[in-house]
């Protein structure tokens, strides 16, 4: 999901805390590198030596405000018996499974659980989630993004999040790190990104192009694997720049009929979906670790694609959507 994230804030405490535990470990270290003139300050010093930069998450806007949504819906000329060898058709088959190729809003409602991974000492669940995609295939507006190739594809995304006890699965305010001792006062995860799809199967990433900035005018296949009566979909992203973010990577992981995929009159298509995601646990500010530290957190999640609010499962209505009714 997702896109892990850092801010400029301090925890006074919790940088001693762990300052001891490094003297007595020698191993793992400590602060979110946040001096007292803040995180962003040090990042653009930082970027300014000519160190790798990257996206800080905690940046990245948290609603559409311009009526974003409500472009121009994207409607594919071709909606089945796709050639997966071919970079229009085999394009055109993983919209129409992450999404839909009709110009409906696509909803990917999803469960969570974040692991802490560490070097010397002993991880374990950390937090749960309730996350939920909602996507939007538009005609790109010229004005917005200019010199697009001629069949580019516009995606609107917002996610919304809402983090859980991991014994209970059921929203909290503040828990407590079991493994530093901070009291972890819990944000609800928002954000909206832009991607664009190129004619020819690559992609932009508009927030984060380290993570996807394909050459328009290169074909692109996606990764699909034939498994039974499925079609498997593997999608994922790296950082393409070192840097203090690094290990950081997302994998995610589509399932679909096949037939369903292929046949031209199955227009929004039932679907299963998988994530996961590594990165430094640094990147979530509250949670007590700095840039140092070595601890990672592990996502795991497991969706379901739905292309009507009201399929939307009532725990997702309940946690998510009561308190965020305009993320759909």
Request: charged fraction near 30%.
């Amino acid at each position: 999901m997702e896109r892990q994230q850092f801010s400029d804030r301090n925890n006074a405490e919790g940088g001693l805390f762990r300052a001891s535990r490094r003297a007595m470990l020698s191993v793992l270290g400590g602060g979110l590198a946040l001096a007292a003139s803040g995180t962003r300050l040090a990042a653009q010093a930082q970027a300014d030596e000519g160190e790798a930069d990257f996206f800080n998450a905690y940046d990245r806007t948290k609603w559409f405000t311009k009526g974003e949504m409500d472009g121009t819906p994207w409607i594919a000329p071709k909606h089945g018996n796709f050639d997966l060898q071919d970079p229009v058709d085999n394009k055109l088959a993983r919209l129409k499974m992450t999404g839909n190729l009709i110009g409906k809003r696509t909803y990917i409602p999803m469960l969570v659980r974040l692991m802490l991974a560490r070097e010397e000492l002993p991880g374990g669940p950390i937090l749960g989630g309730a996350g939920m995609f909602t996507w939007q295939l538009q005609v790109p507006d010229p004005t917005e993004y200019p010199g697009l190739p001629d069949g580019s594809i516009l995606m609107r995304s917002m996610y919304t999040a809402r983090y859980l006890d991991p014994a209970t699965m059921e929203p909290v305010d503040e828990l407590r790190n079991p493994y530093n001792g901070t009291l972890m006062k819990l944000e609800d995860q928002l954000f909206v990104e832009n991607f664009i799809i190129f004619p020819k199967g690559g992609s932009r990433f508009v927030e984060e192009p380290q993570f996807v900035d394909d050459d328009p005018d290169e074909p692109k296949l996606s990764h699909f694997k034939r498994w039974g009566d499925e079609l498997v979909l593997f999608a994922g992203g790296t950082y393409s720049k070192p840097g203090k973010h690094q290990p950081r990577f997302t994998e995610n992981m589509w399932r679909s009929s096949y037939d369903d995929v292929m046949d031209p009159d199955r227009e929004g298509i039932a679907l299963d979906y998988s994530f996961c995601g590594v990165n430094k646990a640094f990147e979530k500010p509250w949670m007590g670790y700095s840039e140092a530290d070595e601890d990672l957190l592990l996502d795991l999640a497991n969706g379901r694609k739905f292309h009507s609010v009201e399929d939307i499962p009532d725990f997702h209505k309940r946690v998510l959507l009561e308190k965020y009714p305009d993320r759909i």
